[in-house]
């Protein structure tokens, strides 16, 4: 591409002509050719016995390597096959919408020193061996596998968690204030001990019940691991003030935080050791957009017959638009993919699936519940009062017809009911979600003339008490991957108007919708929502921060401790006596009583109208990929979204590569 | 002459200046900034982010700062040090980002260009020789269906034909195995495969316009007493044409050459998007909605650069073309 030669411009002109000719034949032939030869070489399976992957053999034959011995922990982690013991090799092919989104980490390299089990509903060792919490979890004690190595060789040791503490989530410079899921409800980070090479003792202050939750979330429990032999040479607790910031300027960042965050990523900075599955070997903000990912050797799994994870050699992950994205999964061309794919396309897969040599799961989709989440606390002091009225919102929600919006929208599929915790929760309760659903107008007429707003003027909207019309503006961000929104919500502004409310649909771009929710400037913030493990992120539920969905000035007053925002009713001060009460729990009978209390509260009181839910989120697999999960487990954030299924433990059965 | 385009120069600077200012300042004006959008796309896929975080990076990205601090910091550094600064959100140098995708960009632009005037010129000369022909309706017909479908959905419809006829990989200028393979024959010979469709996609778009023209000038030309002469001295038709009304025909595309640096550059933003093209278009696109103010004033300021150097260009050719142009004011 480089190589200048000059040649006229008649010559230039011929050729040209002689190119774009050369373009439109090769174009079409290619077509129908076959696949294109495969770069990666042709390592694929090997001998049936082999505890480690070709690839790895050969390295090690080459003396790149130590042997496997040496590379696994004394006592690997044994991760049971989903449905038998699998061979090595093959590439697995995603594609993305988003180039920066690391969530494929999480889903098939994810790390951390606890996970989930198979059935997400508790923790099990992953890094640790060993794992105890007090009886006041207070204090959480971990004893690490012996041998454990980054994927450079070098030796993984409580050292690392104990930098990663004190030098990262313990660093004002980084955190300001205390992240959330490493702060006991005082606001206060805990102390950590490391009595040895392999123990590491973190003490919270007062209990923090959702500490072993946090370290499984996937998207949590690699923030404790962090390579201190790598990114010492970046910090200036430990090198010099000088070297570090000629380094960081060297690389064109304007101070050191923003180089050692930048080194620290383990998605774009492929130098950086990993302790996951796979490691980044070519990034995908690169030039190409997309990215390679390669087996990690030191990895610190095996099967039961002691072959070390994973099977597969490869993943690849193209950065694409939606469309393209959406072809390629009907194409046959995405091995393994379930978050990224709309609901809406389901369709096309299906049609395509048996041609193209693929099938078409259905997990269950999570977050994907719609529902109306009226603003409680509202600038405005009269709407404030009028929509702090239980009665209002359940006439609102008695009004929508939702058995219609089901048929039209999504062919009679999909579940009405209102966003709380289902029966796979702990915080589950009996019968929860499922008030003032039925479309009953008389009752949400008589509910409205109740609460004070019988009187109505000449076109047929009610008024508030201080006579102005009840109107009220519908804000939501347009993406109609789940439940066609936009339709959704003209079909309850029509169901509305029956009642005498108005409102009005507008649909905004991501970051206004953002800056208006965080501003507690709206009146009804329609949004999806997640109905499960909200206690990792309560924004849908409690209004703890400025970014809550259903009352941002309260949740301003919380985080405030009082001081800034709204200051909230009783009601909502329950609300968030639970919370504390639940995050501060001793144990976690304490903790679900109060998960229940708090969803107790919202069924009876509707805080967020739910429309409809979504049956199910399709997966398109690779027909010759084993080993994914076909029953429906959570397409769920909180689980590390397709890592659920343990992608370490997929395998080709006929690796190509 | 040489006054002429010293003048031309001097009025450059000014509207280089302009054009960097508004840039940048067009850019801030959406509401929110690079943060709020990463907000509102964490939240899009079920998760929040920790106020304490966000303070920690508003202050590393320097987002608070005022807009004079961040465009004196933007620009000084790039006319001082020609650093164009960090792109937030893939944390990489912006020249960086752009030099990647630049030889890919270029391929694209290039091989739009010459397949435009490949198939254009000569149906062009071909139209106007045989004017209210069957052949000259059936191409300008086509030149205007070609200049009235949008890009976007040529593209969309080329790549689900692709899709449904062919069972080919949608988007992307390489195959999946050979993206980030070395440069080899094979993968040259996928680049070839996979860069038709926007070449042609873009291509035809553009044919229509230089068809028309020309058409028009050819016209023009081929009605000239000079032509009358050469064709009554037996001069061959073929040897007529090309030897002079086409060459005066050409003059408009020589004096608008300029014009094509900034095209070359972007890459045809929207087709390129919907093909998943890494090429520089679309990295603007996303710099853009996600309020990447140093990727996106980069960018910006780059093609407005290549475009007054390209009308700069263009008007000395002009000028030392035709001389009239150099007297009146410049």
């Known amino acids: 591409m480089t190589e200048r030669t000059t040649v006229s411009r008649r010559a230039l002109l011929k050729f040209g002509g002689g190119a774009t000719a050369a373009v439109a034949l090769f174009g079409i032939s290619a077509c129908t050719g076959d696949e294109a030869p495969n770069p990666f070489g042709d390592t694929a399976g090997g001998d049936p016995d082999a505890l480690e992957s070709p690839l790895l053999a050969e390295r090690v034959a080459a003396g790149e390597l130590p042997p496997l011995t040496e590379r696994l922990p004394v006592n690997p982690l044994v991760v049971e096959p989903w449905e038998s013991t699998g061979r090595f090799g093959g590439t697995i092919r995603r594609a993305q919408t988003d180039a920066l989104d690391n969530g494929i980490l999480q889903a098939f390299a994810g790390v951390g020193l606890l996970e989930w089990n198979k059935a997400a509903d508790a923790s099990q060792p992953s890094l640790a061996e060993t794992f105890e919490k007090s009886d006041d979890n207070r204090v959480y004690t971990f004893v690490l596998r012996e041998g454990l190595r980054w994927s450079d060789g070098e030796p993984f040791t409580s050292a690392d968690v104990l930098f990663t503490v004190d030098r990262f989530l313990k660093n004002d410079v980084f955190w300001p204030g205390p992240p959330f899921w490493f702060s006991d409800a005082g606001q206060q980070r805990p102390e950590v001990e490391t009595p040895d090479e392999r123990t590491v003792v973190i003490t919270f202050e007062r209990p923090f019940a959702l500490f072993e939750k946090f370290l499984c979330h996937p998207a949590v429990s690699y923030q404790f691991i962090k390579p201190r032999h790598y990114l010492e040479q970046f910090h200036p607790d430990v090198t010099d003030r000088a070297v570090v910031d000629e380094a960081a300027s060297a690389a064109g960042f304007d101070s050191w935080d923003q180089y050692f965050a930048d080194r620290d990523n383990w998605w774009t900075n492929p130098e950086r050791p990993v302790m996951g599955a796979f490691m980044v070997t070519s990034s995908a903000?690169?030039?190409?957009?997309?990215?390679?990912?390669?087996?990690?050797?030191?990895?610190?799994?095996?099967?039961?017959?002691?072959?070390?994870?994973?099977?597969v050699d490869?993943?690849?992950?193209?950065?694409?638009?939606?469309?393209?994205?959406?072809?390629?999964?009907?194409?046959?061309?995405?091995?393994?993919?379930?978050?990224?794919?709309?609901?809406?396309?389901?369709?096309?897969?299906?049609?395509?699936?048996?041609?193209?040599?693929?099938?078409?799961?259905?997990?269950?989709?999570?977050?994907?519940?719609?529902?109306?989440?009226?603003?409680?606390?509202?600038?405005?002091?009269?709407?404030?009062?009028?929509?702090?009225?239980?009665?209002?919102?359940?006439?609102?929600?008695?009004?929508?017809?939702?058995?219609?919006?089901?048929?039209?929208?999504?062919?009679?599929?999909?579940?009405?009911?209102?966003?709380?915790?289902?029966?796979?929760?702990?915080?589950?309760?009996?019968?929860?979600?499922?008030?003032?659903?039925?479309?009953?107008?008389?009752?949400?007429?008589?509910?409205?003339?109740?609460?004070?707003?019988?009187?109505?003027?000449?076109?047929?909207?009610?008024?508030?008490?201080?006579?102005?019309?009840?109107?009220?503006?519908?804000?939501?961000?347009?993406?109609?991957?789940?439940?066609p929104q936009t339709d959704a919500f003209e079909m309850v502004r029509r169901n509305w108007a029956e009642i005498g409310v108005s409102i009005v649909v507008r649909p905004v771009d991501g970051t206004l919708y953002t800056e208006l929710r965080a501003s507690n400037d709206f009146d009804l913030d329609g949004t999806t929502m997640p109905e499960n493990d909200w206690d990792l992120e309560p924004v849908w539920f409690i209004p703890t921060a400025s970014n809550s969905h259903t009352a941002p000035g309260y949740g301003q007053w919380y985080s405030s401790g009082g001081t800034e925002g709204i200051e909230p009713t009783d009601e909502i001060k329950q609300l968030m006596d639970e919370w504390d009460a639940l995050r501060t729990a001793e144990n976690d009978e304490a903790r679900i009583e109060s998960g229940r209390a708090i969803m107790r509260q919202h069924d009876e009181n509707v805080y967020a109208i739910g429309l409809l839910k979504l049956p199910f989120q399709p997966i398109v697999v690779n027909n010759g990929l084993r080993n994914v999960r076909d029953d429906d487990p959570a397409l769920s954030f909180y689980y590390g979204r397709e890592g659920i299924s343990k992608p370490e433990q997929m395998y080709f059965s006929e690796p190509t590569s | 002459m040489l006054r002429f385009i010293i003048m031309r120069v001097l009025h450059v600077i000014p509207t280089l200046v302009a054009i960097s200012v508004i840039a940048f300042f067009i850019i801030q004006l959406p509401p929110g900034d690079f943060l709020t959008t990463q907000i509102a796309s964490l939240e899009a896929q079920g998760q929040s982010l920790d106020p304490a975080q966000l303070d920690a990076l508003r202050a590393r990205y320097g987002i608070g700062d005022p807009f004079w601090v961040q465009y004196w910091k933007w620009i000084s550094n790039i006319l001082l040090h020609g650093d164009f600064g960090l792109s937030f959100q893939f944390q990489r140098p912006v020249s960086a980002l752009i030099a990647e995708r630049l030889p890919l960009t270029l391929a694209l632009g290039v091989a739009t260009l010459l397949f435009t005037w490949a198939i254009a010129l000569p149906a062009g000369v071909y139209s106007a020789m045989k004017q209210h022909s069957f052949g000259d309706y059936t191409i300008s017909g086509i030149g205007f269906i070609a200049?009235?479908?949008?890009?976007?959905?040529?593209?969309?419809?080329?790549?689900?034909?692709?899709?449904?006829?062919?069972?080919?990989?949608?988007?992307?200028?390489?195959?999946?195995?050979?993206?980030?393979?070395?440069?080899?024959?094979?993968?040259?010979v996928d680049l070839l495969e996979?860069?038709?469709?926007?070449?042609?996609v873009i291509g035809l778009a553009g044919t229509a316009g230089v068809i028309r023209v020309t058409r028009a000038n050819m016209l023009d030309e081929l009605n000239k007493p000079y032509v009358t002469t050469a064709r009554a001295k037996g001069l061959s038709e073929g040897r007529l044409v090309t030897k002079y009304p086409l060459r005066i025909a050409m003059?408009?595309?020589?004096?608008?050459?300029?014009?094509?640096?900034?095209?070359?550059?972007?890459?045809?933003?929207?087709?390129?998007?919907?093909?998943?093209?890494?090429?520089?278009?679309?990295?603007?696109?996303?710099?853009?909605?996600?309020?990447?103010?140093?990727?996106?004033?980069?960018?910006?300021?780059?093609?407005a650069v290549l475009t007054v150097i390209g009308t700069l260009l263009s008007d000395i050719l002009l000028a030392a073309v035709d001389p009239r142009v150099r007297f009146g004011k410049a």
């Not at chain 1, 903000?285 to 099977?311: F, H, V």
Request: hydrophobic share 45%; with cysteine.
């Open chain 1, 285 to 311: 903000s690169g030039g190409s957009g997309t990215a390679e990912l390669e087996r990690n050797p030191y990895y610190y799994k095996t099967d039961p017959d002691g072959r070390q994870l994973p099977y």
């Open chain 1, 314 to 483: 490869h993943v690849q992950v193209q950065v694409l638009e939606q469309d393209a994205l959406d072809l390629r999964a009907a194409n046959g061309d995405l091995d393994m993919q379930g978050h990224f794919l709309g609901y809406n396309t389901t369709q096309v897969y299906v049609q395509n699936a048996e041609s193209r040599g693929f099938e078409v799961l259905r997990w269950q989709a999570t977050a994907s519940l719609l529902s109306i989440c009226p603003n409680l606390s509202h600038q405005d002091p009269v709407l404030r009062e009028v929509l702090a009225d239980v009665r209002v919102r359940a006439a609102l929600s008695h009004a929508i017809d939702r058995e219609e919006m089901n048929t039209t929208l999504l062919g009679g599929l999909g579940v009405a009911r209102h966003p709380l915790a289902t029966e796979d929760s702990d915080y589950y309760v009996e019968g929860g979600g499922q008030r003032f659903l039925d479309y009953d107008v008389a009752e949400a007429e008589r509910l409205l003339d109740e609460a004070g707003l019988a009187d109505r003027n000449g076109a047929g909207t009610r008024l508030l008490p201080d006579g102005r019309p009840f109107e009220l503006v519908l804000l939501y961000v347009a993406n109609d991957s789940g439940v």
């Open chain 2, 147 to 188: 200049l009235a479908v949008p890009n976007f959905l040529a593209a969309l419809v080329l790549a689900y034909l692709g899709f449904e006829l062919f069972g080919q990989s949608v988007g992307g200028l390489f195959s999946p195995e050979m993206v980030n393979a070395p440069w080899s024959m094979a993968k040259f």
């Open chain 2, 194 to 200: 996979h860069l038709w469709i926007p070449v042609l």
């Open chain 2, 251 to 303: 003059n408009p595309f020589i004096s608008t050459a300029g014009w094509h640096l900034p095209s070359l550059f972007d890459g045809e933003i929207i087709v390129a998007q919907v093909l998943a093209l890494s090429t520089i278009g679309p990295l603007l696109l996303t710099a853009l909605r996600s309020q990447d103010m140093y990727l996106a004033g980069g960018i910006i300021l780059i093609i």
